[in-house]
Structure formats: structure tokens, C-alpha cells
């Protein structure tokens, strides 16, 4: 997952609503979001190579997204693969500081990540780049692949458009969220960051939505919405299948249930 959005206790209706997309090698191998048989109490895709994933959420009411660090200069092969921090925490029981607090003991075992874990009631953020374990308040977070609420352009210009979606009164507006996340605007040289990459690289990358056939690009786009009645949703829609982008026509993975309260703890 490279771009996502979080609204924590800013909506009438909704604690949670997190909304981003998946960019990924366009040869990865993917399972779309599903009830893992191994795990039956999480909701979420596989990464088939590596066996972690990117977004999901459990019965138990938590949630978790991961976003990698961009910075090719330091990028080890030997590294633990990233994708099992989610997982590891949507199966876990430990609180989100108390989990976070494991994951900078074993900072050094990863390429560079940015993790957002929580409940309803708790969310914190972690990078192993700064290596501060951050408690958010409430209110609205953008995270590409640098850090928290970093002004590259995909995020600073796609926040304002996700406020507007959380003021509109009722139901959140699925559709018009993943309207937003499909946004393919590439922006100038003088507004893109320098992460290291190849400047032609850089501007492809500059999109909040990415196609960069046949090697790169956005491959799914999800939304995780957690009512303050502990109804969870999440919606995955995958764009890129049988070797091609399906704009119109997604695969749509969804779920609907209400969170086992009582089974973890919320901070």
C-alpha cells in the first residue's frame, strides 16, 4: 500500500475511516482480500511471494495498513519482509503502543516502513526511519512513502477532497472515495520530491493512482470504514487483472461484521 487516508474520530458516524491504494509490481503475486483459512479471524489480500499483506482488518476489531519508505539506496534483500507486521497485528492481542513498542525492538530487521495499527479507541503510527512510536489524536492523517502527513502533492492536494467526503452528512460516500483514490494527475518537477529514483520515475510515481506498464502501478484500492457501534466494513476493489487495468469493471472483496468486543485490548 503506498498512498492511504485516515479520518480517527473526525465523522458523526464513523471512528475509523481509512481509505488507500495498493501499488505493487505488476508480477507480484496477489491474493484479492479474503477470510484467510490459516487466520479465519482477518480480513485481508496476500502478498503470495512473501505470505504478509497491506490493509485488513479482524474480527476483534483492529485494522492495519503498511506503506513502504522509498529510498532505493537503502534496500536490503535479506530483509524480513514488511507485509507480516500487518498481519502479525491483526492476529495478535497486544495493545497498539505495546505492539509498536515490539516492532522498534525489531526495527532493524526491515527495509524502511511506515505502520498505522489501532482500534476504534487507539491508533498509532510508526515509521523505523524515525523510530518514534506516535499516538494520534483525532483528526485527519495522509502517508505516502515518506512520512506521516509529509506535503507531497498526492497527499497534501487529496486531503482537502477527503475532508469534503467526511462533511457530507449520512453514510460515507463509497463511490466518490473510490473516485478520489483513482485520481491520476501527474504533477511538475518543482512539486514532486527527490526520493532517490530515477527522475522519470519520479514524475510516474507523482500520481495518486500509478500505471506504468507492464512493470508498476496501482493495483488495489481500499476502504475500511469501523462505526461507533463496532460495525466494520471493508471494500477492496482490484484494478489490475489478466495482465491489464479494468477501470470499469473491478474485482470487488467485501465484508461486513460486527467486532467481537471484549477480545483485545483498545490501548
Not at 84 to 99: C, I, K, R
Request: proline content about 7%; overall charge negative; hydrophobic content about 35%.
Amino acid at each position: 500500500m503506498c498512498t492511504v487516508f485516515l479520518a480517527f474520530k473526525t465523522h458523526p458516524e464513523y471512528d475509523i475511516i481509512l481509505i488507500g491504494n495498493r501499488d505493487e509490481f505488476l508480477d507480484r503475486p496477489t491474493l484479492v482480500a479474503h477470510l484467510w483459512e490459516e487466520k479465519p479471524e482477518i480480513f485481508a489480500g496476500k502478498d503470495v511471494k512473501a505470505g504478509g499483506t497491506w490493509m485488513g482488518v479482524s474480527r476483534h476489531g483492529r485494522f492495519a495498513t503498511l506503506t513502504n519508505y522509498r529510498d532505493p539506496n537503502d534496500i536490503r534483500p535479506e530483509a524480513l519482509s514488511r507485509g507480516g507486521l500487518v498481519t502479525h497485528f491483526l492476529t495478535g492481542t497486544e495493545s497498539p503502543d505495546s505492539y509498536l513498542e515490539t516492532v522498534n525492538a525489531d526495527a532493524e530487521l526491515y527495509n524502511g516502513f511506515n505502520l498505522i495499527a489501532g482500534t476504534s479507541e487507539k491508533v498509532v503510527y510508526y515509521s523505523n526511519k524515525e523510530k518514534q512510536i506516535q499516538s494520534l489524536n483525532p483528526g485527519v492523517y495522509g502517508l505516502s512513502n515518506c512520512f506521516l502527513n509529509t506535503p507531497w502533492p498526492k497527499v497534501s492536494d487529496s486531503i482537502p477532497l477527503f475532508r469534503d467526503l467526511i462533511a457530507q452528512k449520512g453514510t460515507f460516500p463509497l463511490e466518490e472515495a473510490f473516485g478520489l483514490l483513482q485520481n491520476p494527475t501527474l504533477y511538475p518537477d518543482e512539486r514532486i520530491p527527490e526520493t532517490g529514483v530515477p527522475l522519470e520515475w519520479e514524475r510516474k510515481l507523482s500520481s495518486l493512482f500509478i500505471q506504468i506498464p507492464p512493470r508498476y502501478g496501482t493495483r488495489q484500492s481500499s476502504v475500511i470504514l469501523i462505526h461507533k457501534t463496532g460495525e466494520i466494513m471493508m471494500e477492496e476493489r482490484t484494478w489490475y487483472f489478466d495482465n491489464q487495468w479494468d477501470m470499469n469493471s473491478p474485482k470487488i472483496a467485501k465484508i461486513h461484521f460486527q467486532a467481537e468486543r471484549g477480545k483485545t485490548p483498545s490501548s
